[in-house]
């Protein structure tokens, strides 16, 4: 017997669609209901969605999320489900007109608490100092007489803060409403935070976060309860809805446990972490349907791979673009690919494009590859307009980092769903997809062809990638340690590195930056993204290799 | 008489050009010496140059900067300058290894005292509470017998804070180091707080500002003295290097008046911080030449007269690339116009490679017209790339506003000169310009022609921009009030604007965010600037129409 009831509703937002996010907050406090519960959790910001950037300043869309508050409170009410308690994520204004990111309960339709998130994280992907207030105060609550705390998010990442506060509170749950990116690793150390905090107040906590893309970020979900003792006591899945309900012991009980989902795989994480960032940045945007360059190569295949997954193979557009340059084994293994994802499969040569341009520019050497390059760029753009769809660019972190792409070539794009993951992680990931394929007994999509040749951007005869790059597995782990963990030449050197690499690889990731500013936005999976999680200037003439 | 002379040195710092940023502070030192000062005051973060963002995080580069201030000190010791009193702006670390934006107080071969900057800006294009740690001290030094309060920046942008610590320290001069970015009518804005600031500390305030650009920001310059009484005693020029020196008063004595530059016109200021943010940008890359194209519209005109002033007109490749829709006014007017600016002129029509692509593709309506604009984008590209030149693009704030540009098509290139420049004040701009040579008895440089016709992109026969968007004048005035002083639909609508124009144009604005993130970095020059001054998320189904 318990007194209380709590579901956990893991959901997908999507930022600014305030009606569509109503929509989905009613159907699930509807569906908790029917499942008994007598309280029921969103995530962070569900309300507006998250993370909403600078729209937190604005007035207009302060008052939409506050009047979405108000409207869902009464018509929870009107429906009969006033005495459900929920805990909602949502913009809020201190009286000097300062957003809050903000918790409300709503009780027997009115907003009968508010909580404003005391730690504002202002590191890595996160500038939400620039937008946000800080709360001050604690939040207990009762529901149907049982005492529950609330915090959201990086309050639990802080030691102090809102839950040392609640000592005294003797809270027989805490819940914590989230919004937390994925990133390898991630899952884990939530965790174990959330052990830490159920210990300091001895009492459940529920860990309730969001899942989606939105832009350069991508929820993963897995909300999670963990006892006072640390037990897992619920799981929900990643990278999908979840509606999960449990009872909070009495003082005297041992703590029941509820469905607890096997975690996925390291790989399969991250697969479906790019596969959800593209979906939802192509569906949240009004589109169904990608064109991307097949190549032969294993980027774009695994690119292929994602997105037919993400939209379904009858939504992709593979275009194989071949130069008098490309091999055989190009144009075969890009068609094979395309039949086993049933891709709409399509052979545009370049060559009548880029003859056109060399004669009368009279181009030669990195300036003609980069025609050729960009004729390709120029073919998925056209069809982009032409079709209403969106281009996929298919480079992945190692080439973002050392420059390795042509901008305005094979950069182009409205997304690029691998360039998080390094060379490497793209042949782990590509061969884990066909392995899981295999075990269900379906046909492997990458053509092994594309998984055991030598890399090749195949822009003049007989080009391989390791012509200019160091061997991918070394260049993987010196990009680890300077991207990453942002050590300098002499701690690189310290590890035994080779210097001429170091100094090779340092030069090459510092003069790229430009490109990667206009680079398309892609799912951030590891710990460090380029983009907002590591800003840097690109007028800089900082060289480890001088005056380090 | 005075106990204490002061040598401002308004000087342009390179970011992470610790050596180069060193000899520069070197000799200003050996100048205000031989000019007899006392102390010398240098600008915010000189030895890294400024911002440095993540820079700021690298352990490598702490300790390179750490050197530098140590090299100074002793130079200047051994060169029996060590009686000189050095302020200086540098990179610190906290015992925890957090960085602090610092200054140093140099004497006699050593760092005598410390200051780290209070109020860090998170707000518009600054981050500085994700990268630095804030000081808590206030810091008073006396040289020379005379009592000087320092401060950073920000410290005196908020009330309270360290100039309010300094009630009791009975400071004879505050002085404080600035990295102010450019804004129109930002410098009345300086001067007032100074003001304050003074009449608070009862003493004359000297404000030391860099000059220069950094990506998109660019620093004016413009330093300055007032008296506690708010009288003007010293003002440097702005956008150029200055070393001012004035004499500290005597308590019974009244404040000499110093070099007092007159402040240029709103338009030439704008102008010239356009011209320093092209020049630093390509200079500080280590490129000397750019290449643009020429329509004969004033877009590309005004683009072309920046880079002229700023690089040299030899220094500037103008390419027309006519296509079968273009004017005959369009080819003569960009002849004059790089006639007159001394540029490299060339003519590329484009009509071969438009053709070929088109009949490829079988592209009709927009899809065709982008293929023109790609096109000469690749132009400019291969031309850049053969030749190391960087490539401009020529987009106006407008255009960027409502995505009137075709992404790797006009909007390809490195910089982009007037990209926080409305239509309006292209045309003000460029009538400015002309005017100013007419002054001086030079050629005015951009064609009337190019000033008098209307808009037109010239993808189609006949067509002009007013075709698909409100007149500029109006469609300005709506941006001027949607995007920098980010009013809603309500607010706008209540100002009296047409409600099919704001819906027009919100819309526009809304969904050409995706261009803008992979447009090219541009000197910001406008309170509200396109990029880190606004960041709001590509995927938003925020419409002010629906919800508002």
Redesign the interface.
């Known amino acids: 017997m318990s007194d209380l009831r709590i579901a956990m509703a893991q959901i997908n937002t999507?930022?600014?669609?305030?009606?569509?996010n109503r929509a989905l907050i009613l159907d699930r406090c509807r569906a908790a209901y029917a499942l008994g519960a007598h309280l029921v959790a969103f995530p962070e910001m569900t309300t507006t969605?998250y993370?909403?950037?600078?729209?937190a300043?604005?007035?207009?869309?302060q008052?939409?999320a506050e009047r979405s508050v108000t409207e869902i409170a009464q018509t929870l009410e009107a429906e009969g489900l006033g005495s459900l308690t929920v805990l909602l994520g949502t913009l809020g204004v201190n009286t000097e007109g300062r957003p809050f990111n903000q918790a409300v309960v709503i009780q027997h339709g009115s907003v009968s608490a508010r909580y404003n998130k005391h730690h504002l994280p202002?590191?890595g992907v996160f500038?939400e100092?620039?937008i946000f207030a800080s709360g001050e105060d604690r939040c207990v609550i009762e529901a149907n007489g049982v005492r529950v705390g609330l915090v959201i998010c990086e309050d639990i990442w802080q030691d102090g803060g809102p839950v040392s506060q609640m000592d005294d509170a003797d809270v027989q749950l805490l819940v914590v409403l989230n919004g937390s990116p994925f990133e390898e690793g991630k899952g884990h150390i939530r965790t174990e935070l959330a052990q830490r905090r159920a210990a300091e107040v001895a009492a459940p906590v529920a860990y309730v976060n969001m899942w989606g893309?939105?832009?350069d970020l991508v929820f993963d979900g897995q909300s999670f309860i963990v006892g006072s003792d640390g037990r897992l006591l619920a799981a929900a899945p990643a990278f999908t809805d979840a509606l999960i309900v449990w009872d909070v012991p009495r003082d005297d009980q041992t703590p029941p446990a509820s469905e607890v989902t096997a975690p996925l795989s390291d790989d399969a994480k991250t697969y479906w972490a790019c596969v959800t960032g593209l979906r939802?940045?192509v569906l949240?945007?009004g589109m169904s349907r990608v064109v991307l360059g097949l190549s032969g190569g294993i980027d774009s295949a695994l690119v292929a791979a994602i997105a037919a997954d993400a939209l379904g193979g009858e939504n992709v557009i593979g275009v194989s673009m071949p130069s008098k340059f490309s091999s055989d084994h190009s144009k075969s293994d890009a068609e094979v690919l395309a039949e086993n994802i049933g891709a709409d499969y399509r052979v545009?040569p370049i060559e009548?494009?880029v003859a056109?341009?060399e004669s009368?520019?009279g181009?030669?050497?990195?300036?003609a590859e980069?025609?050729q390059a960009?004729?390709r760029?120029?073919?998925l753009?056209?069809?982009s307009?032409?079709e209403g769809v969106f281009a996929l660019a298919t480079g992945n972190k190692s080439e973002l980092a050392v420059g390795y792409s042509t901008?305005?070539g094979d950069a182009?794009g409205?997304f690029a769903p691998i360039k998080d993951l390094d060379k490497t992680r793209v042949w782990d990931l590509s061969r884990w997809r066909n392995a899981d394929a295999v075990a269900r007994g379906e046909t492997p999509p990458i053509p092994e062809n594309s998984i055991s040749k030598p890399p090749s951007a195949e822009l003049r005869p007989g080009q391989v990638d390791q012509d200019s790059l160091p061997p991918y597995d070394l260049l993987d782990e010196v990009l680890d340690a300077y991207v990453e963990h942002?050590e300098?030449?002499?701690?690189l050197l310290a590890r035994g590195f080779d210097e001429y690499v170091v100094d090779k690889v340092l030069s090459l990731v510092d003069r790229a930056e430009?490109k990667r500013?206009?680079?398309?936005?892609g799912p951030k999976v590891t710990a460090l993204a380029f983009g907002r999680d590591?800003?840097?200037?690109?007028?800089?003439?900082?060289?480890?290799k001088?005056?380090?």
Not at 363 to 367: E, M, R, S
Not at 488 to 491: D, I, P, S, T, V
Not at 517 to 521: C, K
Not at 535 to 544: G, K, Q
């Open positions: 999507c930022v600014g669609d305030i009606a569509g969605g993370p909403i950037e600078d729209l300043l604005r007035e207009s869309f008052r939409a202002n590191y500038d100092r620039r893309g939105q832009d939802d940045y949240k945007n545009q009548p494009m056109v341009f009368q520019l181009l030669t050497g990195v300036a980069n025609i960009r004729v760029g120029m073919i753009m056209g069809i307009n032409a901008v305005y182009v409205a942002a300098g030449r002499a701690e430009w500013r206009q680079y398309p936005p590591r800003r840097l200037p690109i007028t800089s003439r900082w060289r480890e001088v005056e380090s």
